[in-house]
Structures are given as C-alpha cells and as structure tokens.
C-alpha cells in the first residue's frame, strides 16, 4: 500500500470511527448519563422505552419531564414505583436527567398497534385537538404534553388515573381535562391511546 | 503511518456497535480464549443480571476497552419470572436469551468457566488457558450448601431447588403437574440471605393458585427457616388468605432428607411427609469468589465498597449481585442489574484514571401472588458518607396493574442486560 493510500484509509477509518462512537457517546459523556442509566432497567436504554405500560422518555421536553418528577415525588401522580425513584432523582439533579433525555432521539413505541383502532381513535380525536393540537404535540407554553409516539399502555392508564380522578387530585387546571374523560368510554380510551401512539 | 490489521483497528480504535458486530461474528466467534492483552481489558466472570449488564455498559461507555464475557450456560434465562412457569402461566421459553445482543455490542462472550482468579498476576484461569485484565468484575450468583441439609448431598439430583431457572424448573412443573389430587406438595426455605427474598412466597403462592385451580384436594405445605415471611410479609400473608390450600409454618428450618420415606425433618422435630419436595437450600456466592478469596469471614459473602463495588479483600476486583453482602440491599434481579452499570461506569473511571461518580442502586421486585395479581416492593437509595443507605421502601397492593408493570419491567430489563 502507498503512504496516500494508507493516509486515505486512515482517515477514512477515523471518520467511520467516529461517526459509530460519536452515536454510542452521546449517553455516556453526557453530564446526566450516569445520573440516568438507572432509568432503563424500565424506560430502556437512553430512555427508549419498549414496554407498553412504561413512558418513551427519548427525546421529551426537559419541562414536562420535570414536572413528571415533581409531581411523582410529591405524590399528586400516584405510582409507588415513581415516586421513590422521582425522590432519588430529585437528589441526584432532575436538570441533568431531564437535560440528558431531552437531548436523545425521540424513539415512538415500538408497541405494535391495531390499524382499527388507530383509525377509531383518529375519529375520536376531535375532543382532544382543542388542547393537545391537531397533531398531538401539545403546548408548553400552557403546559400541555406531547403524546405522540407514547406506548398505547401508558397513555390509557394515564387517561384512567384522570378519569377516576387518582392522578393530580384536586388539580383546579385540570377540571375540565377530568370531565372530559368522565365522558369517554373505556373502549374509546383504548382507541385514542392507539391513535396518539401512532403519531410522530 | 502504520498499517494496522483488521484486528488490532478493531482493538485500538474506539469502535462502536457496528463494527462490534463483526467483531464478534468474524473474529471471535471460534475463539477458546482472547489471546494476549494488546489494549485495556476488562473481564467479566458470569453472564446473569449483573455480569452481562456490567459487560454492556463497559462498551457502552468506552467502547475502546476489550471487554471479555466468561459464562459456562449458552443461553440466559430468567429467574425472576420463573416462578410463573410452575403454575404455567408463562413458559420457560419466554423468558430464555441468548448472548448475540451483547456480540453486538463487541463484547467477546466465551461460553467457558472461569476456574481460578489469580489477583497477583491479574488474570483469570479458564483451564490450562490464562486471561489478563486490567480490571476484573465477578457476577459469580449463588452456589448451594448442599451439606448444610442432612441427606441432602447425595440426593442432590433428584430434589429439585429449581432457584436457578432452566431444566430444574421445567422438572419441578411436571412434578407438581403429575403429584395426585390429593398430594402433599412441600417446599422450605432457608435462613436468610438467600438469592431473591420475596421470591419462595412468590413461589408458594404460584403452586398453591396451580393446586386450587387443578388439584382441589392437594395441599401445600411451606416450612420456612425465617421466624416470619422476610419480604412484603403484610402483603404475602394476605395473599396467602387466598389459598386455604397453603399451610405456612414459619421457624421450621429443614435438616435432614430421607428420600426413601419422602420425609424432611425440621429443627423442631416435626417430621412432614411429601409427595414432592421443592427444597431450596442455605446458600453462598458462587464458588470461584470463595477459591479466590474474595469472601469474608463467614465464608459465604463479598463485602464491596459501596461505589465501586471493588472488593474490600482484593484491589482490581470488582463483585457485584447476589454474592455482595453489607449493603442494605436485597439479592435481586434488578439490583445485581443496577450494580453492573454502577460498577461499569466505575471501572471505565478508574481505568481512564478518573474519579468514579457515586451513584446510588435502585431495586424493585415483582411477585406474582395468583395468576393475573401482583405486588411489588420499590427501594430508593443515596450514597451518604460513602455507603449505599435507603431513602425509603414503597409496597404496593395486590392488583392486576402491577403485574402488567412487571411484564413492562421484565421486557425493558432483559432488554437492557443483553439487548
């Protein structure tokens, strides 16, 4: 081999290299990484969550993913297993942790979803549009979460907490948000957590 | 500039899970050992819940360093979980992995025992063959004292333990399912520590749901060396209301078996008669930490630095899991997953000459108590003045949420030990 043609190889081998260890990086030489990796025994590796019951945390707003932990930890949303954790990470610095899953790719749910009843849900939605938008993506600005790409699981769970009023009781910004889901069936939840799981 | 072989690129150029993947096909796949020692090495003995994780997690974050997997068994099963293939609500199957995951991470997995650890020489002994390291992590899990159980050594092959899920626990489902209606079913549990607290209540409420499902008339006896249940006790002993068929008698620690008279013997003299026996007996950690010293006086346990987890007998090693005692811990799954990437993260700092962060562990366990219900305990940690101390523990109650959370654990987990 030529010394050019080894140099070609060479720095073609660097920039491949890098190109490989700059996507496994990104977690650990990222300040909130070993702040976060014991997150993924559930929400899975930089917060790609492939269960059905357990929130995709890749890529969610650092604002609604802190006040997840607030409201965890302070016990307004129900879950025994969230608010020790949302305790530790409120020691270990949820600006790191929340800073680290905000910067990693959105991965959606690989839950595989009924095509019926995405289609179901998609009708169904209209209620929904006023608040979370006409694509799921929320506001931050008045506090509305994204949804889209969320395991159908958790999304239906969230909106029976809401309906049998055991997540953030008492919560006054959230009366009509309640009322709302007092009017929708079971079955419907079902079908509109398809639909917004289904969104990207 | 040099050239360098396809090999020692592999080796020196930080490569990612790309190129670990042929790696692991093209360079490693027929190997007994990884030769000699050209970069940083990390070897890593067992492939269970903490040593597979602490395998990843190293290459996850320095992908530079050459990280060699030492596990005998060619595929994982899961022991959480396996409970549940007793009552046959899953099967064995649905939760057995094999290793190709971490391959692809670049890890070097060699399906052979680690025989001897040599801390002066810093290497590892796989028969005749040798393997260096730099830094050593030890998942060795649990071994059995067969000999604490009178009787029990030489009949060591036909009483199950079925407390290492594989064939044992495939063996004792048929047991159960071929035991009379009518049968005496008995299990005992040790004194703690044992491998998974919760986990032989879990187990008496999975066989006692199977018998009052199929075999009405049969009966369960559970004689447990502990005073009381040692893990969610108010939540087990309402559970156990469910099950008239389960007969609990705490302070009844087994020692001595006569197969010929299908008879155990507890330490109060009463003699209990079965028709199956499911006997889980005293444990250790497994034996290669016991030759290599890296017990303490008890001769059973490893005593860690709580951020680290280098042992406190022999610097450079560093134990993690089920063997690890002196941490306010329970022996769990997800705890020995939790101690991998703690330890990982820490000898990757060590390594690089850095100062490892301290990060607490984290557990939560699932026990299935019928069915379709569980229940779960949840502990959060801090490191405080250098040890692990708890923040506090959470139970939940009994109820079909919870074991769909666990079904989402179990999926994300394994996922993360070997995915």
């Known amino acids: 081999m030529t010394n050019s043609i080894r140099l070609f190889v060479g720095c073609a081998s660097l920039i491949l290299v890098l190109a490989l260890y700059g996507g496994a990086a990104a977690g650990p030489l990222d300040p909130g990484y070993p702040k976060a990796f014991s997150c993924s025994a559930c929400h899975g590796f930089a917060g790609a969550s492939g269960a059905d019951t357990v929130p995709v945390l890749a890529g969610m707003q650092s604002w609604y993913l802190k006040k997840a932990i607030q409201d965890y930890a302070s016990g307004k949303r129900p879950s025994p297993e969230m608010e020790s954790y949302s305790k530790m990470v409120l020691e270990l610095g949820v600006d790191d942790v929340a800073g680290y899953f905000a910067r990693q790719k959105r991965q959606p749910s690989p839950v595989r979803l009924d095509s019926a009843a995405v289609e179901r849900g998609r009708a169904a939605s209209t209620q929904c549009v006023v608040c979370h938008g006409a694509q799921g993506k929320g506001d931050p600005a008045k506090g509305i979460p994204d949804l889209t790409g969320q395991p159908p699981g958790y999304l239906k769970n969230q909106m029976l907490l809401f309906k049998a009023d055991r997540r953030s009781p008492g919560d006054e910004t959230l009366k009509s948000l309640k009322a709302l889901m007092k009017a929708i069936p079971d079955d419907q939840a079902s079908d509109l957590a398809a639909y917004y799981s289904s969104l990207r | ?419």
């Not at chain 2, 492939?47 to 060619?74: C, F, H, M, Q």
């Not at chain 2, 703690?192 to 006896?221: D, F, H, S």
């Not at chain 2, 003299?269 to 290599?292: E, H, T």
Request: net charge positive; with cysteine; glycine share 10%.
């Open chain 2, 1 to 419: 500039m040099t050239t360098l072989s396809r090999r020692q690129f592999l080796r020196t150029s930080g490569t990612g899970v790309g190129l670990g993947l042929l790696a692991a096909g093209g360079l490693t796949g027929c190997a007994t050992t990884p030769g000699p020692k050209t970069g940083r090495r990390v070897v890593v003995i067992g492939g269970g819940w903490g040593g597979a994780t602490a395998a990843k997690y190293v290459r996850l974050a320095d992908p530079s360093i050459e990280v060699v997997l030492l596990e005998p068994n060619k595929e994982f099963v899961s022991c959480p979980f396996s409970n549940l293939v007793l009552s046959g609500v899953k099967s064995l199957e649905s939760m057995t992995f094999g290793y190709d995951g971490l391959r692809r991470h670049g890890v070097k997995v060699l399906h052979q025992a680690a025989t001897a650890i040599e801390p002066d020489k810093k290497r590892v002994r796989v028969g005749d063959d040798a393997i260096e390291y730099d830094r050593l992590i030890v998942s060795p899990g649990i071994d059995f004292q067969w000999e604490r159980v009178e009787g029990l050594a030489a009949a060591k092959d036909t009483v199950l333990h079925a407390w290492k899920a594989g064939p044992q626990t495939v063996a004792l489902a048929r047991q159960l399912q071929s035991m009379a209606d009518g049968g005496v079913f008995v299990m005992s549990i040790p004194l703690m520590a044992y491998r998974c607290p919760p986990g032989p209540y879990e187990r008496a409420c999975q066989v006692a749901w199977y018998l009052k499902t199929n075999k009405p008339r049969a009966k369960l006896i559970v004689l447990d060396a502990n005073k009381n249940i040692v893990s969610k006790t108010g939540l087990f002993q309402a559970a156990f209301k469910n099950y008239p068929n389960l007969e609990y008698r705490p302070a009844s620690r087994v020692e001595k078996i006569d197969t010929s008279a299908r008879e155990v013997t507890t330490e109060i003299g009463d003699r209990v008669k079965y028709d199956v026996i499911n006997l889980i007996p005293p444990q250790r950690a497994g034996a290669i930490a016991v030759q290599a010293d890296l017990v303490g006086a008890d001769k059973r346990w490893c005593e860690v630095n709580h951020v680290t987890y280098e042992s406190v007998k022999q610097k450079g090693i560093h134990v993690i899991g089920d063997a690890t005692i002196g941490l306010p811990v329970p022996k769990s799954g997800t705890m020995a997953n939790s101690m991998g990437k703690i330890s990982a993260s820490a000898v990757v700092h060590l390594l690089g000459g850095k100062e490892p962060p301290q990060m607490p562990p984290v557990n939560v366990c699932y026990s299935w108590v019928s069915n379709r219900e569980a229940i779960a305990v949840i502990n959060a940690y801090r490191i405080a003045q250098g040890k692990v101390v708890m923040i506090e523990q959470k139970l939940t109650s009994q109820n079909v949420a919870v074991a769909q959370n666990s079904e989402g654990w179990a999926r994300s987990i394994w996922n993360d030990i070997l995915g």
